[in-house]
């Protein structure tokens, strides 16, 4: 039960607006060469409008980058951008109003109902057969292409991101050497490992100060590293079930609770809020959490403000009690591009032709950063430093692309040595053979998890503290997940979910 954006239902105005584009496409065939775009000395620009979110600022249409774009491609971008913080009402809107642009961002169509329907009612291209002949978009992972299908339909572009490199541990690489301890392997060795920096001094201040491990709330996003699965797993007979009804999920919560009895984790973890969990880590609080695999190098930058000779270092997540390391892999994208099917089959193939250009990283930063030696310098490893002036222009200025897929994005920045850009490189490569996806990517919310998901993630997540501080037992997490297995509502969610897990598996 993934956790996403709040959506609304639109659907009889996603139909009707279905009805009234599905006719406006111009015929033709799907095989003909991307290359074949409008354009040429003796035809006038194109123009393509985008809708698409911002987290903060909103670029002007006459950047240089957009205006070389433009030159390019013989077109006239028109980029409109709505605030992360009413995408979705803003969405619907005009979604019911029939004012779609060319080109639509949806957070994910799954919790989008209304985008949903039109989709399913042919109010967008179908690129299926569009989409293997732009050589740069066919790069992006194949399991990326797979998640974002709607009935087996590649129905948008996603705005890639890495699949793996979220889950790492992320340890106080000082603190192990000063008490002469190797990065735990297994669950009894990073036990043992949160024990020693809460109770040997690891800063050396002579204080009782020092914990094991943090993390913020319920923490759901570390129980999969004991082999309970990503969001959902596999009973014996094959079916679904949500991971939180296996044992090893159990495993684990039994395994915070005799670490938070003992003194190990950080006890006010169930009010720390997210921003918290940094400060923890450079305030010699904990020597241990679990994130994206760059954050080590760049919170290390900060520690040795402090503590000159502090040092965070990733590893691998320890094994599980089956002798294996666990990790989720990440739907591969945040955000999909909708393109509306009122445009012909030739400004489809101009919008497909852009957006393959900036699938590359030349594309990429002429649109994010904007000219090369004037707005932004590149260095030899490849990097980009903006100029200030070309972070005003530019902020948020790539939000409407699709973008480039960097394999290895969560565990490179700027300015990072070579010998840890490498060795977080072989670390994403290791964890990338063993992460498993959601088996439910890209399936509709059913219907009773549309009405009581809120309710029921947050009544799991409480129990989850409860059980690990010790205010609940195991055996009332038996029992509360015995309510749910007999709950009419979540009986059907399961089983709608699974229905539409085995009717995508047939596509």
Same mark, same amino acid.
């Given at each position: ?57 909103? +670029? ?6 957009? !205006? =070389? ?6 077109? %006239? ?21 029939? $004012? ?41 992972? $194949?399991?990326?292409? $797979? ?31 000063? &008490? ?14 949160? $024990? ?10 002579? !204080?009782?100060?020092?914990? *094991?491990?943090?993390?913020? *709330? ?33 495993? *684990? ?31 010699? %609080? ?14 290390? &930058? ?15 997540? +320890? ?26 089959? =030739?400004?489809?193939?101009?919008? &497909? ?18 000219? !090369?030696? %004037? ?17 005003? &222009? ?42 498993? +996806? ?64 085995? %009717?995508?598996?047939? !596509?």
């Amino acid at each position: 039960m993934r956790k996403r954006s709040k959506a609304w239902l639109a659907g009889a105005a996603a139909m009707a607006l279905a009805a009234s584009l599905a006719g406006c496409g111009k015929a033709g065939g799907a095989n003909s060469n991307p290359s074949e775009a409008a354009g040429g000395a003796n035809k006038p620009q194109m123009d393509i409008s985008v809708t698409t979110i911002t987290f903060g600022g909103t +670029p002007s249409n006459d950047l240089d980058g957009y !205006k =070389e774009l433009n030159n390019k491609f013989n077109v %006239k971008m028109n980029v409109n951008y709505i605030p992360a913080n009413n995408i979705n009402e803003k969405l619907n809107a005009l979604l019911a109003s029939k $004012e779609l642009t060319d080109v639509m961002f949806v957070e994910y169509l799954e919790s989008t109902p209304s985008y949903l329907n039109a989709v399913q009612q042919g109010a967008f291209w179908d690129l299926t057969p569009y989409v293997k002949h732009y050589p740069n978009l066919s790069k992006y992972p $194949e399991s990326v292409w $797979e998640n974002l299908k709607v009935d087996g339909k590649i129905m948008s572009l996603p705005r890639v991101r890495p699949l793996d490199g979220h889950m790492a541990m992320s340890i106080r690489q000082d603190w192990l050497d000063k &008490l002469g301890l190797q990065a735990p392997k297994t669950m009894d060795e990073l036990y043992n490992v949160m $024990e020693a920096f809460t109770k040997k001094d690891p800063d050396g201040n002579g !204080k009782a100060d020092t914990y *094991g491990l943090v993390f913020v *709330g319920a923490p759901t996003g570390i129980m999969p590293m004991f082999g309970s699965g990503n969001n959902w797993a596999q009973d014996a007979a094959g079916n679904l079930i949500p991971d939180w009804w296996t044992p090893q999920f159990r495993d *684990g919560l039994a395994f915070l609770n005799k670490a938070y009895q003992a003194g190990l984790l950080l006890p006010d973890f169930p009010v720390l809020k997210s921003t918290q969990l940094k400060e923890m880590l450079l305030q010699s %609080k904990a020597g241990i959490a679990f994130n994206n695999i760059i954050d080590s190098y760049l919170y290390s &930058l900060d520690l040795q403000k402090v503590v000159p000779q502090g040092k965070l270092t990733a590893y691998e997540v +320890p094994a599980a009690a089956d002798g294996k390391s666990h990790y989720t892999q990440a739907p591969g994208y945040y955000g999909q591009l909708l393109i509306n099917k009122k445009v012909s089959e =030739e400004k489809l193939k101009k919008i &497909l032709e852009i957006y393959d250009y900036t699938a590359t990283k030349e594309g990429f930063n002429l649109i994010a950063y904007g000219i !090369k030696d %004037k707005d932004y310098k590149e260095a030899a490893d490849g990097f980009v430093t903006q100029t200030d002036e070309g972070k005003k &222009l530019y902020d948020n200025s790539s939000s409407w692309l699709a973008g480039y897929f960097n394999k290895y994005a969560r565990a490179e920045t700027s300015g990072i040595p070579a010998d840890i850009r490498q060795y977080n490189y072989k670390l994403v490569d290791a964890i990338s053979q063993k992460s498993k +996806p959601d088996p439910t990517i890209g399936l509709s919310p059913t219907a009773p998890y549309l009405e009581k998901g809120a309710d029921w993630n947050k009544k799991k997540q409480d129990m989850m503290v409860n059980v690990i501080i010790g205010k609940n037992s195991l055996a009332d997490w038996d029992q509360f997940v015995k309510s749910y297995q007999e709950d009419a509502s979540f009986k059907k969610h399961v089983q709608d979910t699974n229905d539409g897990y085995k %009717k995508k598996a047939k !596509k």
